[in-house]
Nanobody, 115 residues
Framework: QVQLVESGGGLVQPGGSLRLSCAASGSIFRSALMGWYRQTPGKQRELVATITIGGSTKYTDSVKGRFIIYRDNAKNTVYLQMNSLKPDDTAIYYC?????????WGQGTQVTVSS
């Protein structure tokens, strides 16, 4: 069982920045597809960004040019650098690890963008 622990959420003003971190246990991190998702009350969880083992990235349209996903395989950690934050980015952000039949989620970290 893979455990994922997110950190870095908080309250930030519009236009500000935050960096989320997700640390994974075990040894499969470097072989896994990693992603960040977010969810607001009453809505489905949505994909924000993914990164492959080779470093290829994909982003949902609403965050392109503002968010950057990257990984450090030596630290078993994936990051989400969030810039130019908007109130619509307010959500609980979840880290995801996908490898074969393994699909693990972190506990989530709250991001609130408000003045």
């Amino acid at each position: 069982q893979v455990q994922l622990v997110e950190s870095g959420g908080g309250l930030v003003q519009p236009g500000g920045s935050l960096r989320l971190s997700c640390a994974a246990s075990g040894s499969i991190f470097r072989s896994a597809l990693m992603g960040w998702y977010r969810q607001t009350p009453g809505k489905q969880r949505e994909l924000v960004a993914t990164i492959t083992i080779g470093g290829s990235t994909k982003y949902t349209d609403s965050v392109k040019g503002r968010f950057i996903i990257y990984r450090d395989n030596a630290k078993n950690t994936v990051y989400l650098q969030m810039n130019s934050l908007k109130p619509d980015d307010t959500a609980i952000y979840y880290c995801n690890l996908h490898f074969g039949l393994i699909n693990s989620w972190g506990q989530g970290t709250q991001v609130t963008v408000s003045s």
